[in-house]
């Protein structure tokens, strides 16, 4: 199957759908590809690197963050200047830091639904990459 995937996709579903769109597409920049309405359910189609995040309507909010078991997955962004991430994520109200780690620098927060996302330094990962530890 590897050679038939034209694109891949992640789906979220969430309660606070207009709040993850504007999460998403406002703070950390993802250019919306479309925005559909059936029967009065929600779908935003927003461009995730060569994928998609296609952030729908019907999932279950928390207020404050998901542990992994409840949201088993992390969405990470990678950025050339942590400093200025960190700078934008405070300026919409959010509380965060910058982790050092033996292998990177993270931001760790959470979108609107209390779904973990992650920022990571795109120099730490090159790194990483390149030494493959």
Known sequence: MNSNVARYGV???TENYAECVAFYRDLLGLRQL???EDDGFKLTCLEFG???LMVEQGGKAKNGVKSPEEGSFKLRFNVD???EALMEIRSWGIQAAITENTWGRTINISDPDGNRVGIRDEAGFVHQINTRC
Do not use: T, V
């Open 50 to 52: 060569h994928g998609y």
């Open 11 to 13: 789906i979220l579903n």
């Open 81 to 83: 200047d942590m400093e």
């Open 34 to 36: 479309f925005e559909r």
